[in-house]
């Protein structure tokens, strides 16, 4: 085993994940279709500013909802999972501490630790693992992509956090190879 | 905390673990010490980066110490108990230096985080241990 990183997460090819971005974008917009209706029926109201932490908080919330319908489905990787279902919860604690403005979409992971199987919040989950796997491992690609943007475009604050969270993903492609 | 004063707190930390590099490849089990020179290797480039980074700056880089107080390390498993606090106290040194940091210097710290992390993980997969942590580089 050589100790060089497998994974080269910079270039790899950006993937598309259709449903989490149409979910992301009904959020950014529910958002702002609320903003503009505050501004409506009180015109001194002001629109306020996403967060710059939201589509983070809003990612990480879906990689939780993804890998709690994938152990839902399949128990038996719970031993390879589980230890990353805790980091991202982790993520997810510390990310709405320091952003408690941002607010979750109906259907978050928050609260559903062990979902039922028949929970309409989570995504549906593939019928096999191996599937199941690769989904989690782009899911993940994806998140290193997202994270590491935000910590570079941050102004310093939240850099740190953001930092950690890209460096933590990067070591769960590893995990999921 | 000015940009290069903080990168040349991480390149006195990119100085230890070089030095306690020598230390764990000289007991490493022959399974793992490809994986502890590359792990050396890269504290080095970083080393030799952060000179020039902060030279070009006209600034003096904090030179090594001549030695650095180790835990004992007496076989394989405490030379991956080493390691695996070198790549842990390097990767709290470059996350501090995200904040400080602008532009090409944040990246090349969070690629330095990154790489930190990943080979922590490695060596606590090789202990034994629970190969991932929520926040590398953070202090607890």
Same mark, same amino acid.
């Given at each position: 085993m050589v100790m060089e990183p497998t994974t080269d997460w910079r270039i790899a090819p950006r993937l598309t994940f259709h449903t989490r971005r149409r979910t992301l974008l009904r959020a950014g917009l529910g958002a702002l279709v609320l903003g503009v209706t505050a501004c409506q029926g009180n015109e001194s109201a002001t629109v306020q500013s996403p967060h710059p932490l939201e589509p983070i908080v809003l990612g990480t919330d879906m990689l939780v909802t993804q890998y709690t319908a994938v152990l839902s489905a399949h128990p038996d990787l719970s031993q390879r999972l589980e230890p990353l279902l805790a980091n991202h919860h982790a993520h997810l604690t510390e990310l709405r501490r320091v952003a408690p403005s941002v607010v979750l979409p &109906? $259907? &978050? &992971?928050?609260?559903? &630790?062990?979902?039922?199987? =028949?929970?309409? =919040?989570l995504a549906p989950s593939p019928t096999d693992a191996a599937t199941a796997l690769q989904e989690l491992r782009a899911a993940e690609e994806e998140g290193v992509r997202a994270a590491r943007a935000a910590c570079l475009a941050?102004? $310093?604050?939240?850099a740190p956090l953001l930092g950690s969270i890209a460096a933590c993903r990067v070591t769960h492609l590893e995990a999921l190879t | 905390m000015t940009a290069e004063e903080r990168l040349s707190t991480v390149l006195a930390a990119e100085h230890a673990a070089i030095f306690g590099y020598g230390m764990v490849g000289a007991h490493l089990p022959n399974a793992l010490r490809s994986e502890g020179v590359a792990a050396e290797q890269a504290h080095r480039d970083r080393r030799d980066a952060l000179l020039l980074r902060l030279e070009t700056a006209g600034q003096t880089p904090p030179p090594a110490e001549p030695t650095y107080e180790l835990?004992?390390?007496?076989d394989g498993a405490s030379a991956i108990q080493l390691a695996i606090e070198l790549e842990e106290r390097t990767a709290a040194a470059w996350r501090a230096a995200l904040s400080d940091t602008v532009d090409s210097d944040r990246e090349f710290a969070l690629d330095a985080l990154i790489d930190c992390a990943t080979r922590a993980s490695h060596w606590r997969q090789a202990a034994g241990r629970p190969a991932t942590v929520p926040f590398p580089g953070k202090i607890e």
């Open positions: &109906s $259907g &978050s &992971s928050v609260g559903a &630790s062990i979902p039922p199987s =028949t929970s309409e =919040t941050d102004e $310093g604050v939240y | 835990p004992e390390v007496t």
